[in-house]
């Protein structure tokens, strides 16, 4: 099922698919990144799709396969990462809730012939959070095969975003997201969703890349996927994204100071701790410090007309 979106003169792409995001919980962007990048990622993972060892576990399935840390594997992954288009949607979803967002994902994954349909969930249920009020993260799913009805695409249940006190609704309504390399299924952490059951005689393969906010522990551990010495071969953007940024105020720093003072190639080994607030905390705590001297200084006026009586 492909979904059609019409862009009014008075918004912009990520806007109108944002509008559509939010009303069916999701929603495939077509032609969203050039067919020979998506080569090329595919590519420079081949040889990883073809020695990973299958799953192990119901959940993941034993008939898929699937490996993380793809920021390292390719340089053609930061082109999927900080698509500005998803990134733009990831800002009017997101950004509402926290001081800045965070990769939560970045996995590839291949449903082999005989795959059974994985168990329908909601990926912000890891979090345990109260539910109905927040989006915790969006996902990405950007295909390196067709993915169709038969060989296992996506299953999405429209709506189950306004529905999250049921974990099971009917298989009947669940849609199919079948596309082609170059485009992208976004879906919200609140939708209902599974991979589907590979019927055909060929493997699908993809990637997913997440997004999660700020102040919530990834499900993948961003600084062992990638320690300093990698992210310093990062963008700063990029590394940012990966978590080599603080969430105000100083939530994920190192010694007191963001983390991204650990992509400098000497630091040392002495580091003063720095306030990182929200400019209205900051403001609040200026005037609590203003107040404490001001108090400070008439009490100290006081003594010294005492000590002169």
């Not at 699908?204 to 990698?230: D, F, H, T």
Request: charge should be negative; aromatic fraction near 10%; hydrophobic fraction near 40%.
């Amino acid at each position: 099922m492909r979904t059609a979106v019409k862009i009014h003169h008075d918004e912009s792409p990520a806007e109108a698919w944002t509008h559509i995001l939010q009303e069916q919980g999701w929603c495939i962007i077509p032609n969203l990144i050039a067919i020979e990048t998506v080569q090329a990622l595919h590519a420079d993972l081949d040889e990883r799709f073809e020695k990973t060892p299958f799953c192990d576990g119901d959940f993941y399935g034993p008939r898929t396969k699937r490996f993380g840390s793809l920021l390292k594997r390719s340089v053609h992954a930061e082109a999927f990462a900080r698509h500005p288009v998803i990134l733009d949607i990831a800002d009017r979803i997101l950004l509402p809730h926290c001081d800045n967002y965070q990769i939560n994902l970045t996995q590839a994954l291949a449903l082999y012939p005989g795959a059974p349909m994985q168990a329908p969930h909601r990926d912000q249920d890891m979090w345990r959070g109260p539910t109905g009020e927040i989006e915790y993260l969006i996902n990405v799913m950007w295909p390196f095969t067709d993915y169709r009805s038969d060989n296992g695409a996506t299953l999405l249940w429209s709506g189950s975003h306004r529905r999250e006190g049921e974990d099971i609704i009917d298989l009947s309504e669940a849609s199919a997201a079948e596309m082609d390399p170059g485009s992208a299924l976004v879906f919200l952490g609140s939708t209902l969703h599974g991979a589907g059951a590979n019927r055909a005689d060929r493997v699908r393969r993809g990637m997913v890349i997440s997004y999660c906010l700020g102040w919530l522990k990834p499900y993948e551990n961003q600084w062992l996927a990638y320690p300093p010495a990698v992210a310093r071969t990062f963008s700063p953007e990029l590394a940012a994204l990966a978590g080599y940024r603080q969430h105000r105020p100083n939530l994920g720093n190192y010694e007191g100071r963001c983390p991204s003072i650990l992509l400098q190639q000497e630091i040392s080994e002495y580091l003063g701790a720095a306030d990182e607030m929200r400019p209205d905390q900051a403001a609040d705590i200026a005037l609590f410090a203003a107040e404490q001297t001001s108090s400070a200084l008439i009490a100290n006026q006081g003594k010294t007309w005492i000590s002169r009586d």
